[in-house]
């Protein structure tokens, strides 16, 4: 019997959505607002889900504040109130959107949990749009 167990976070951060190797009119034309080079925040909500088996003895899928722990030191340590692009070395070369960012959140977390479980990640860069990614 497998149940799904999700543990909400929060964190803010600056991104700049843009490529080196385009002209500031293409970027613009492409990123919009998303662009700008002074960059910009969002208050990111992540939604983390672990998928797996009811431990017999303990009636949990995993330990929440085992999972709360992980999120804080993989996911909010490494992300709140950071500028993505400067400083995550992930996103020296990658455009730190949403999907990328759900992408590298994803590689963070999924060594540290069971193998035998589900890992599936959702992100709301805004309240009304946000992405998801199960490996
Ligand atoms: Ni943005």
Request: include cysteine; charge should be negative; charged fraction near 25%.
């Amino acid at each position: 019997m497998k149940v799904t167990v999700s543990r909400k976070a929060h964190f803010n951060a600056a991104h700049r959505l843009y490529r080196k190797d385009w002209t500031d009119d293409q970027n613009e034309n492409i990123f919009g607002k998303c662009a700008n080079p002074h960059y910009h925040g969002h208050n990111y909500e992540l939604i983390v889900h672990v998928r797996g088996n009811i431990d017999p003895e303990t009636g949990y899928v995993m330990d929440m504040k085992v999972l709360k722990d992980l999120i804080k030191s993989e996911v909010e340590e490494k992300m709140d109130h950071k500028n993505l692009n400067e400083e995550i070395v992930e996103f020296s070369d990658l455009i730190p959107s949403a999907e990328n960012m759900a992408v590298v959140i994803y590689n963070w977390l999924k060594p540290h949990l069971d193998q035998a479980h589900t890992l599936s990640v959702t992100l709301y860069e805004t309240p009304r749009n946000y992405v998801s990614y199960s490996g």
